[in-house]
């Protein structure tokens, strides 16, 4: 098989630096077997496989085998592989236990509904020969909004005050594109902070990664909407706040002795959620919103538009701050 990869190399790419060359895979079900230098063929289209993308949380990096950096030999454009990975787990959100697990044809749905729509990562889904649904993704040129946030190189005040209005505003946009989503009865499934990305140059924030689903039926799309509160929170903070790390964002610990086991996360229980505690110049309109998502809520969002519109009432009072 090597010669075969060798002769496609050799014509689409001749200026090809490495020695090795790698085998042909029509069927991608063995993903942990495609490896540097392997082709992977998809109807008439050819990709180049360079490396496995990495997931990086929690300080941690681990290889994701199943999505593969590649250059399509036709163009020589990079694109992403997400190739067939089926996974199970259940999540626990306060009384709520959920099923979440991964479904490729849904991400493929979504890639086609949001087609165009460059709020969102753009591409195609192709069936290798053995059936399994291939995405084939753009890359997006840019940085996590995360840490794009946690890079503003300013203290929390000056960043609330000067950055955060305009980085509420674009994030009202993010939460109106998972709205669309909705009212198409699909979900994101997996909405989380290294979710959203910035873009070089236009700094538009655009969602990736739709594989993730999950059953809740006492609200179907909540698990979303949990999500988008998490971001907002780290985006309120500059940060997620704990007591193990208030030292390094210059807040004295002495304030823990102020916190009651209800100002915190009803998602992750270290996570500090009243940040007006920590931060006095938060408006009480934007902590509550804040505080729907915290362990002592009676009342959590039952939809994006809540959402929403509570963060867009509060928009002009934090620009007039």
Not at 59 to 69: E, F, N, Q, T
Not at 92 to 107: L, Q, T, V
């Amino acid at each position: 098989m090597s010669k075969e990869v060798r002769d496609l190399i050799q014509k689409y790419l001749p200026d090809y630096s490495s020695s090795r060359f790698g085998n042909l895979y029509t069927d991608t079900t063995e993903f942990m077997n495609i490896d540097f230098s392997d082709v992977i063929k998809l109807g008439d289209e050819h990709f180049l496989v360079s490396k496995n993308e990495m997931e990086r949380r929690f300080g941690l990096s681990d290889p994701k085998y199943w999505v593969k950096r590649c250059k399509r030999l036709e163009n020589g454009q990079l694109q992403i592989l997400k190739l067939v990975f089926y996974e199970k787990f259940p999540m626990n959100i306060g009384p709520f236990k959920i099923e979440c697990y991964r479904s490729p044809r849904k991400e493929a749905r979504i890639l086609d509904l949001v087609r165009g729509d460059m709020r969102f990562m753009q591409g195609y889904s192709k069936s290798d020969s053995a059936g399994n649904n291939v995405r084939v993704l753009d890359i997006i040129r840019g940085k996590r909004l995360d840490v794009w946030v946690h890079n503003i190189p300013v203290d929390h005040r000056t960043y609330f005050h000067e950055y955060f209005p305009e980085i509420l505003e674009k994030y009202i946009g993010a939460c109106e594109a998972i709205k669309f989503l909705h009212d198409n009865d699909e979900k994101h499934g997996d909405i989380r902070r290294d979710h959203l990305w910035v873009e070089y140059g236009t700094e538009d924030y655009r969602w990736i990664d739709f594989d993730y689903a999950f059953e809740l039926y006492e609200n179907p799309f909540g698990l979303d909407v949990f999500g988008l509160g998490s971001i907002l929170i780290y985006l309120v903070g500059k940060a997620n706040l704990t007591p193990q790390t208030l030292h390094e964002h210059g807040v004295d610990p002495a304030m823990l002795s102020s916190l009651s086991l209800g100002d915190y996360s009803v998602i992750i229980g270290n996570r500090i959620v009243n940040l007006r505690k920590i931060y006095e110049y938060i408006p009480v309109s934007l902590n509550n919103i804040l505080m729907h998502f915290s362990s002592s809520s009676l009342v959590f969002y039952e939809s994006v538009d809540e959402l929403i519109n509570d963060m867009s009432r509060i928009l002009n009072e934090i620009r007039g701050l």
